[in-house]
């Protein structure tokens, strides 16, 4: 038995002094084995490791909420060799340092063993106070590369979410405010240009293009200028046709916006508004004023981004959030969402915008941007669609052209989005080599959106261009020709759009629509009222006195326009327009009132009577009745050309027709004399007609004199300064002479 022992324990011996001088080749053992700890030549490493939501590793910061555990685990890896895992080593987490005065700091385990794959993890809990948190793991071996490592947790504030949204509205407001702002300042200082672009138009496709996007870039929005042509084809200042280009057009302008809106320069948007404060509130001058408007407008739109940008950024670390972004990939949630919420805002570059202050906090990607873009096209044009539904047929052309081109241009890029998008990131400024992640998202992505929208619209915009014709014809086809009853017991205006008010260089062209569609019904008027004096017709009157009950109408609903146009902030040379325009329909609803309440009643007493004029009295009243008609029709002419040559001989035709006048009177009463017995019975009406129509004539004549009357004062005004700045010259010239 004492010999059995022995030999056991030299068994023992044998295998523990085998051991030692073996342990060094642990690395010869299989690859998926699992060693203990043991201080020994083995090189042991600790490895710190971020698991994401969707399971890639990556280094990165840990977020949450204050006084809340985080949501992922501090979690390190011992390995031996930097392959094997290795197991039941002991890590120490500790907290190092956090905001001033937080408390509740803690983690749920200091002292972690590794398990069977080498892993080590504790959760920490967050202090009170937002802010950056420092932890570290460490272990105590003594054969180490790296014993110890680091992590950085971010607590938010616990209210965040309301924050967020207040910082997500209050950014928003100020960014639709300053588009709002910056698009009237250049609707100031390019209202005029855009009324002579509008008025010059050909049938060019080209300039078309290039009037659209001139257009949509002042006005900063596509649906806007979709809704401005509506208004002006139902005014018949353009023909449908004309329109389809200008569509085109408006899509590259909305762009020009996304293209500004991608330059990062949230962080002069400050600077921007104070310069834009010095010239809009410093300078006398309207047009220095106006610029000021648009660069205090641009600045205040970059502030609202800003805010936006910055209350985003808790949402980087928000998973739901991030996830929602990723599922818009798919093209037709994310052309729906797009649809929507331009529709809502009615503004795809202010939806554009939007998309931008996303990627500037790398929360989306191009590929989600992209359906976003399409759809926000579609949307843009559902505004258009609803100013269409109480107006002419041409003007619904107008509205579906706008909506067809849009769709069409979806139909084409949505099934190669992808393809699409290696094409835009090929176009646009690569990002810096050491960025990664969302850093690298929030660097590159901005300009890549406002890039896929510019690219989007350039190439529809040539794809579609040479088929206008065509595209016309099927419009037309869709939607025919055809009368369109109209609703004769409730007057409505034609031509007036509330929306246009903000351009009130466009608004006075519907203006001036819907005055010379007053004007044709006085004309009307006065054309009429001279057949019951030939013969009995009740009912003509009758329709006379309904022709004047629109005059008025339409005079009221004019004047209150006018007014409003007048209350914005005009140029000279418009105010001086609205007035003109004031005057016109003055004197229009003047003539209405002579025809309706002197002429009419003359005309039932004639009825009445059952007078007869004479045969020269006759002839007489028909031949001055044309010559009033010819100048009532000279009248509208002047009013729509603004001729001043032709204001000009108006103004001497009605100093002979008020000669003629007097000659009328002359022969009515030589018949008198001779006692032609009609005329002695029709005398009193025949020359109180005669009367009446050179009343009506001179109104007539009143439109062409406000034109001049403006003309003479302003070249008054002109000659003015110039004599002035040659006095100043020539005083300028003495005091340098006397100072030699």
């Not at 972004?325 to 729906?336: A, D, R, S, T, Y």
């Not at 176009?427 to 690298?440: F, V």
């Not at 246009?500 to 203006?511: K, R, V």
């Not at 001055?624 to 204001?647: C, G, P, W």
Request: hydrophobic content about 45%.
């Amino acid at each position: 038995m004492i010999k059995s022992i022995y030999l056991s324990t030299r068994l023992v011996l044998l295998v523990v002094i085998f051991c030692f001088f073996n342990i060094g080749n642990i690395s010869a053992m299989p690859q998926d084995s699992v060693s203990s700890a043991s201080p020994d030549t083995t090189k042991i490493s600790l490895n710190k490791e971020f698991i994401s939501e969707n399971g890639n590793t990556s280094h990165e910061q840990y977020y949450g909420t204050v006084g809340e555990q985080i949501s992922k685990p501090f979690k390190v890896r011992v390995l031996s060799n930097k392959v094997k895992p290795i197991q039941n080593v002991p890590v120490v987490f500790k907290f190092i340092s956090g905001p001033q005065k937080a408390i509740g700091t803690k983690l749920t385990k200091d002292t972690v063993f590794t398990n069977v794959n080498g892993y080590a993890e504790s959760y920490a809990i967050l202090g009170s106070k937002e802010g950056d948190y420092e932890y570290s793991a460490r272990i105590n071996i003594e054969t180490f590369e790296n014993d110890i490592v680091f992590f950085k947790s971010h607590a938010r504030k616990s209210n965040w979410v309301f924050f967020l949204v207040i910082g997500l509205l209050g950014g928003l407001a100020l960014f639709l405010f300053g588009m709002e702002m910056m698009s009237e300042g250049m609707k100031k200082t390019a209202g005029g240009k855009l009324r002579v672009v509008l008025e010059t138009l050909t049938n060019n496709r080209i300039i078309a293009v290039a009037v659209g996007t001139f257009v949509t870039m002042v006005i900063q929005s596509s649906s806007a200028t979709t809704v401005m042509l509506v208004s002006f084809v139902q005014a018949q200042l353009m023909s449908f046709t004309q329109t389809l280009g200008i569509i085109l057009g408006s899509g590259i302008g909305t762009t020009i916006t996304a293209q500004m809106i991608a330059f990062k320069l949230t962080d002069y948007s400050l600077l921007i508004i104070a310069l834009g404060f010095l010239f809009f509130f410093l300078s006398r001058s309207n047009k220095v004023k106006s610029i000021g408007e648009v660069i205090l407008g641009f600045g205040i739109l970059f502030f609202g981004m800003y805010i936006m940008s910055n209350s985003m950024y808790p949402l980087r670390t928000y998973q739901p959030f991030i996830d929602l972004l990723l599922h818009l990939e798919n093209p037709f949630l994310g052309i729906i969402v797009g649809t929507i919420f331009t529709a809502l805002i009615q503004s795809s570059s202010a939806f554009t915008g939007i998309i931008i202050v996303l990627g500037t906090q790398g929360l989306i990607t191009l590929d989600a941007a992209i359906p976003l873009i399409l759809g926000s096209n579609i949307g843009t044009s559902i505004t258009a669609l609803l100013a269409s539904i109480n107006t002419g047929r041409e003007s619904k052309r107008v509205a579906l052209a706008h909506t067809l081109f849009k769709t069409i241009g979806v139909i084409l890029f949505v099934w190669w989005i992808p393809y699409f998008a290696d094409l835009v990131r090929s176009i646009s400024p690569a990002g810096s080599s050491n960025s990664t992640g969302i850093s690298y998202l929030a660097e590159v992505v901005p300009r890549q959106i406002a890039n896929a929208h510019t690219v989007f619209n350039v190439v529809l915009t040539i794809v579609l261009l040479p088929f206008t014709n065509i595209s016309g014809k099927f419009i037309e086809w869709i939607l025919p020709d055809g009368e369109e009853p109209e609703d004769e017991s409730i007057f409505k205006t034609k031509f007036l759009e509330e929306s246009l008010l903000t351009t009130p260089a466009l608004a006075l062209n519907l203006a001036k629509a819907e005055i010379i569609r007053m004007a044709l019904k006085v004309q009307k008027m006065v054309d009429q009222i001279l057949v019951p004096f030939f013969k009995p017709d009740s009912e003509i009157l009758e329709d006379i006195l309904a022709e004047e009950a629109e005059v008025d109408f339409l005079n009221l609903r004019i004047s209150k326009y006018l007014m409003k146009i007048s209350q914005k902030d005009l140029e000279d040379e418009r105010a001086d327009e609205v007035f003109q325009m004031m005057h016109c329909i003055t004197e229009l609803e003047q003539i209405g009132d002579v025809v309706a309440k002197r002429l009419v009643e003359l005309a039932k007493k004639r009825m009445e009577l059952n007078l007869s004029f004479s045969g020269e009295g006759k002839a007489e009243i028909e031949d001055y009745h044309l010559r009033t008609m010819k100048q009532i029709s000279r009248a509208i002419e002047v009013f729509k050309d603004v001729n001043l040559q032709d204001a000009k001989r108006m103004e001497k035709k009605y100093k002979k027709y008020r000669l003629m006048e007097l000659d009328l009177r002359r022969t009515h009463f030589d018949r008198l004399r001779h006692k032609v017995q009609e005329s002695i019975e029709t005398s009193g009406i025949h020359l109180e007609l005669i009367d009446l129509l050179k009343r009506i004539s001179s109104n007539a004549t009143n439109i062409a004199r406000i034109f001049l009357e403006t003309n003479k004062e302003q070249e008054e005004v002109l000659k003015t300064e110039l004599s002035n700045i040659k006095k100043k010259k020539k005083n300028s010239k003495i005091n340098g002479k006397e100072n030699l």
